[in-house]
């Protein structure tokens, strides 16, 4: 609403104003506060104009940060390139080292994800097959009632 202000909060702001000069001294306190800000801005405007006249470059007030001030008037853009290129190079080298673990992080997920929908379909028990040792998993046959009732009472925790 007003500058990243919403309306509770602005009207959290007015109901302490009141609070604390009350109605009788608040207009005169709104009217210092706006001479104020107007001479802060008229002073930063002018510090801007008087650096700007005294280097020679056209200078804005967000300008006046330090690394702002630094990469626009004083480093080229070579310097710029030759400060930021062991960066991005060991950056690339870090993401192309850390590939294989984040597709093995994302095929195990699947994996997991895949053992937990197969477990939330309903309860699961073993069937021994009996010849080469292996187990088949089936679901296992639940009342429709109970199931309604599971449902009801356990939430899916993930």
Request: without cysteine.
């Amino acid at each position: 609403m007003f500058g990243g202000l919403g309306g509770t909060e602005f009207l959290v702001i007015i109901l302490i104003a009141i609070f604390l000069w009350g109605p009788d001294k608040l207009p005169k306190a709104l009217a210092n506060l706006r001479r104020f800000i107007s001479k802060a801005r008229n002073m930063a405007s002018n510090a801007a104009a008087d650096l700007s006249r005294e280097i020679g470059t056209d200078i804005k007030p967000e300008d006046l940060n330090p690394k702002t001030f630094v990469r626009k008037h004083i480093l080229t853009e070579e310097d710029q390139e030759m400060l930021t290129s062991p960066l991005k190079s060991t950056m690339r080298d870090l993401q192309d080292g850390t590939k294989p673990l984040k597709e093995g992080l994302n095929d195990a997920t699947r994996e997991v994800e895949t053992t937990r929908r197969s477990v939330n379909r309903g309860s699961i028990t073993k069937k021994a097959n009996g010849t080469d040792g292996t187990a088949e998993i089936e679901p296992a046959a639940e009342p429709a009632a109970e199931r309604r009732d599971r449902a009801a009472t356990f939430d899916d925790v993930t």
